[in-house]
């Protein structure tokens, strides 16, 4: 079975494809399709199958680091690396590029001081689970350049914003174990049939404006 067919099906089989509903992406689009990607690592099978066939994409690309900003690629980072190290004999370190506010959804990450001393000088896979804009893989792009890293390239589980290489740089790989554009509205313009027809966005899964009261500090919350 092809391996873009079987990640669909593994997404399908854990419940992490939801449809005919209306949700927020990040990019402040709508639409009626959502891939729930906390999904993956709450299925610690499909989480493990999914890494070890990305893993084989990289797997003679000389792989010293493993950066992922969190918290979905963090998670994948982990668990490529470990399959990359059996593979190759040696230590292929996973890391995280940390959220500069952990209290919102905004894209700000940073790197630790431990982190820039680790990937300085290596040759660093970025990776992330599911890719919408790539925005949080491109500043973790630039992130790992600024700190003297070699992006050797990136990975993602599954692409469902069209993504390329070249939106990502002069970077020598670009792996994707499925591609699925998925049709999004401007919701500014009108173009949202549920907005013009009054149905909330979800606030459980995506960006819907009110799942943002989730992140809110409990003395803020107690006021309301």
């Known amino acids: 079975m092809r391996e873009d067919v079987e990640m669909f099906n593994i997404l399908q089989d854990i419940g992490a494809i939801l449809m005919n509903g209306h949700f927020g992406y990040n990019g402040g689009n709508h639409g009626s399709t959502y891939i729930n990607h906390l999904a993956i690592f709450q299925h610690p099978k499909a989480a493990e199958k999914c890494s070890r066939f990305l893993a084989e994409r990289f797997r003679s690309d000389s792989i010293n680091c ?7 690629g963090a998670s994948l980072a982990e668990r490529i690396s470990e399959h990359l190290s059996y593979w190759c004999g040696g230590n292929v370190m996973p890391l995280a590029a940390e959220k500069t506010c952990v209290c919102c959804n905004g894209y700000g ?10 990937i300085r000088g290596k040759r660093v896979l970025v990776v992330d689970d599911v890719g919408n804009s790539g925005r949080s893989v491109k ?4 992130l790992v350049m600024a700190s003297g890293g ?3 390239g990136v990975g993602y589980l599954c692409n469902r914003g069209n993504l390329k290489r ?6 020598e790989r670009y792996e994707s174990l499925l591609d699925w554009t998925l049709q999004s509205w401007n919701p500014a313009k009108g173009e949202c049939q549920p907005c013009n027809n009054n149905v909330p966005l979800s606030t ?3 960006h819907g404006g009110d799942s943002k009261q989730l992140f809110l500090p409990l003395s ?3 006021n309301k």
Do not use: A, H, M
Request: aromatic content about 12%; overall charge negative.
């Open 66 to 72: 493993i950066l992922g900003p969190r918290n979905g």
């Open 109 to 118: 990450f940073y790197l630790t001081e431990d982190t820039i001393e680790n």
């Open 139 to 142: 500043c973790t792009i630039e």
């Open 150 to 152: 070699i992006v050797v």
């Open 166 to 171: 070249e939106n990502f740089g002069d970077i």
């Open 204 to 206: 459980r899964f995506g």
């Open 220 to 222: 803020q919350k107690s």
